[in-house]
């Protein structure tokens, strides 16, 4: 198959659009994407401080090397990566590492903080205490939790403006699947809110590869030399979250724009409820042919038998 | 294992609830479910014309059945079964069998429409046009379109306030998903919205089975002599929906209250819409212990390691 830009060899066929990619050609359609979401979203301005929440994993580290190239245009723009060492048997040591060297690589200044230091326990030591003493949470929830809040009062501590998360389009499509399986809807629409709105206290945190799917993100990884940090989390297989994820995954063989149809639904539908364009009214027409009550012009079955009539 | 109730033989247990049931206080589970689903939800006035939709199939019998028997309390209530003969290969010859002879066992009123003598054609010559000619909807589109639009139309014509239709919690539940991955989540908000308010020129639909999972009305078919009408819908295998029924059916193994929690959440949600109880600015405490910002007295990242320390 060629590139259906420059007609070289192609690596990678988008099957929700029917483009084929060589290998430069990819690598721009990536980084033009995540130019896209920024410019879209409005995500960045042109003088925050923006910490890059770095774990050492492939999709923090590919969204480093993009924002630090898109941002390099904007001399008024500063970056801080930092990297949470959670404490979980020396589970986070090869993605400091990795973190670590990219960081200094792509020109970005890094910083390490730790469980340990901020809330007096590792991970591992919360587990532990959580398990023997019949905790109802499940290990993600310490971790998830905990992450978050260090990383907002940090990035507090140093002025920062924003807080820019490595989440992928799949994580984006098992959250909120996620949540509605488990009847979390309100949930769920909270946190975007809180997301998207500037609330208090909270550093703002966007997103620029939440349209981008995990295996371009593992493409890019690979032909940008950046290793994929082999040691999985060890509790993603306990957890829920795999669950929706083999099903998005074998949902997607037959329907390929499931993902996004999910993710891009959902946040027109959570722009709509803050712009309060959501009327709580609805306007109903009466159809031309009918007459019967219709949200269109001509009502939908009117609509379908006249397709029939002129086919 | 013994019912929870009576101590009886048990022929059911309830996984969500731990319950086991004997047949008689199975049958009353049922029943007093429905009960319950149309108080909540005050489905019913007093003096109602009620249109049940009945097509033959288990869930429509048990709906009449159930509703007969509890608006026998409320002499001003008068009830209609509706049954719409599509045309289709016959396929529903044996449907309108059963809801004539069930609606005279229940006395209930009972009216036949077709799709030939309303429309002109049959769904069979519709489906035919359609594909000869290309069409890209599914057969489904059509006929569940078109059942509305007669349903609507001929219950305005004989004075009925109300039209009640058999979907069950599965039904539901597949309802709001498939919307949710074909990234339709605004048309579904809509629908319910439709369906919940009064709008001019729609008979308001109540759905009192919502809450009853499918192989529980399938038991109470079984236990009160209504055959399950085996021809299944031509189409059925075709359908997205097939493939969703088939995953939230194996996700249910695992998660029992899968099914419950989409739609209950679901609904809390639509209602809060539509009550404009949805505050656009969300408010914000600070945490009591550490100050951060949290929809809480004291934030979550506090409570978890309040909780490691007294557990």
């Known amino acids: ?18 483009v084929a990619y060589c290998k430069n050609c990819f690598i721009k359609h990536v980084e033009d994407r995540v130019r896209w979401t920024i410019n ?40 801080t990566a930092i990297t949470i060492d959670e404490g ?54 310490y971790c998830g939790v905990l992450r ?37 809807i309100e949930r769920l629409i909270e946190s975007f809110r809180i997301e998207s709105q ?11 590869m939440k349209y981008i799917p995990e295996r371009e993100i593992a493409l890019y990884a690979y032909y940008n030399g950046i290793e994929l940090y082999s040691s999985e989390c060890p509790f993603s297989r306990l957890s829920l979250r795999g669950e929706i994820r083999s099903f998005l995954n074998d949902y ?16 027109a539908f959570i722009n709509k409820i803050i712009n309060k364009e959501n009327s709580i009214k609805i306007k109903l027409n009466r159809c031309r042919y009918c007459g019967e009550p219709t949200t269109r012009d001509i009502c939908r079955a ?3 038998l006249e397709d029939l009539k002129v086919l």
């Open 252 to 267: 997607e063989m037959r329907h390929p724009d499931v993902k996004f149809s999910i993710v891009s639904s959902f946040e």
């Open 302 to 304: 009117c609509e379908l």
């Open 148 to 184: 978050r809040k260090i990383l907002n009062v940090k990035s507090k501590e140093i002025g920062a403006t924003k807080i820019a998360t490595a989440h992928n389009l799949d994580d984006e499509a098992q959250t909120i699947l996620m949540n509605i399986l488990r009847g979390d």
């Open 198 to 208: 500037e609330c208090e206290g909270f550093v703002p945190r966007v997103k620029p």
């Open 40 to 79: 879209k979203g409005k995500l960045f301005d042109w003088n925050d401080h923006i910490v890059l929440a770095v774990s050492g994993g492939k999709d923090s580290v590919v969204m480093m090397k993009i924002v630090s190239k898109i941002e390099k245009n904007f001399p008024h723009v500063k970056l």
């Open 88 to 141: 979980f048997n020396g589970y986070r040591a090869e993605g400091i590492k990795i973190a670590k060297k990219f960081s200094s690589i792509f020109g970005v200044e890094h910083l390490i903080f730790s469980f340990k230091d901020f809330y007096g326990y590792t991970l591992k030591e919360m587990v532990d205490k959580a398990e023997k003493r019949g905790s109802p949470y499940h290990p993600c929830t």
């Open 1 to 18: 198959m060629r590139c259906s830009f420059c007609d070289k060899q192609a690596v990678y066929f988008k099957r929700i659009s029917g």
